[in-house]
């Protein structure tokens, strides 16, 4: 399906006016209560539930609750204003809301619940807000949830809502839509459309990235913005490769930032992949591999890339039990990512480079 993007939240009463909402369930993170487009959303003439009750890292058990409400209380659009958190949990809810109540969601067939999704992203990184994927967490698991009807119906982009960002929020958000954007343009499943998007995204972070961070202004915000937003479009194509199936056990064990984690596993696949192009596994071939590979370096480089992580004092982890903590980490990835990756890795490769990692 297709998605119709906008400038500014002061859109959004000619958006459900279109649609014809009459009750709107307003999916937004605790950070919510201390933007000014809180009032701004509170004064449109329609009547509103919000749900905030999930978790950085949603529960499945939140998504039930969220379904539980929005049936309950008879909604029939969807607005998301948050970080990918806000805008995964709203996407499984009108996911779920039509499905069988009393038997698990996750075993049922998806299908389009047929209720229009908004999605106002308030930081610069995941790009959620124009993808198909979401992900939650089912007794301690990550679950990827993957489906067509779930791309929002309409994105909302404004840079105002990035101006309070905390720093480290704001420097993991951006990594993560770096980090996409590189992931996409060498992914197996990557093609002239998510190249573009890839391209476009690199292009723009590498010039207003230290703008951004450093400066705070509301073009560079702008630019980063829509940025991620295209990073987000080029990973709904391909999906992403090893840094980022490298990188979720990361957060979890050191306790940092999901952008954070993938922005230190990727200088390492990626010095890997150059060392070892020969065990290409892209069918289109290692000479159109090295294409790519020279392609990005326009760019970025894999040493830049380490510059850019020292500059904005993103730090390896440091364990206090590290052999245990590498075989753990080795055994968390989960091999179907390691699919999309252009060049072949296996446990032993996987070990070597959290040795990399982790100090």
């Not at 990557?190 to 890839?198: A, F, G, L, P």
Request: aromatic residues 10%; negative net charge.
């Amino acid at each position: 399906m297709s998605q119709i993007i906008y400038e500014g939240y002061k859109e959004l009463p000619m958006v459900l006016s279109n649609i014809g909402a009459k009750k709107l369930f307003l999916v937004c993170g605790r950070s919510y209560d201390k933007m000014e487009l809180k009032d701004f959303i509170e004064q449109i003439d329609i009547e509103i539930v919000r749900f905030s009750d999930f978790s950085p890292n949603p529960l499945y058990e939140d998504i039930c609750h969220g379904v539980d409400l929005f049936n309950k209380d008879k909604c029939d659009v969807i607005l998301a204003v948050g970080g990918g958190s806000a805008i995964d949990v709203a996407k499984c809810i009108k996911l779920f809301c039509r499905m069988d109540h009393s038997k698990n969601y996750l075993d049922q067939e998806m299908a389009d619940s047929g209720f229009p999704l908004i999605a106002l992203p308030t930081t610069a990184g995941t790009g959620s807000e124009s993808t198909r994927h979401a992900v939650i967490y089912y007794k301690g698991e990550k679950q990827s949830i993957f489906h067509d009807s779930i791309l929002p119906d309409y994105a909302i982009l404004d840079p105002s809502v990035l101006k309070n960002l905390p720093l480290y929020h704001k420097k993991c958000s951006m990594l993560d839509a770096l980090c996409q954007a590189i992931e996409s343009w060498w992914s197996v499943n990557s093609n002239d459309e998510s190249k573009i998007y890839s391209r476009i995204a690199v292009d723009i972070i590498c010039k207003y990235w230290k703008e951004y961070i450093f400066d705070n202004t509301e073009l560079a915000a702008k630019n980063i913005l829509y940025a991620a937003n295209y990073s987000g479009r080029a990973i709904n194509i391909t999906a992403t490769t090893a840094a980022h199936a490298m990188s979720y056990k990361l957060t979890s064990l050191y306790h940092i930032a999901h952008g954070h984690a993938v922005a230190i596993c990727l200088p390492i696949v990626w010095n890997y992949m150059l060392e070892h192009i020969d065990d290409c596994i892209d069918p289109r071939g290692r000479d159109y591999l090295q294409s790519i590979f020279n392609e990005i370096e326009q760019y970025i480089n894999e040493t830049y890339f380490r510059k850019l992580l020292y500059e904005m004092d993103i730090a390896y982890p440091i364990s206090e039990n590290r052999v245990k903590d590498i075989e753990l980490l080795t055994k968390s990835v989960n091999p179907v990512r390691l699919k999309n990756t252009p060049v072949a890795l296996n446990s032993e490769v996987l070990h070597n480079m959290y040795e990399r990692i982790v100090r």
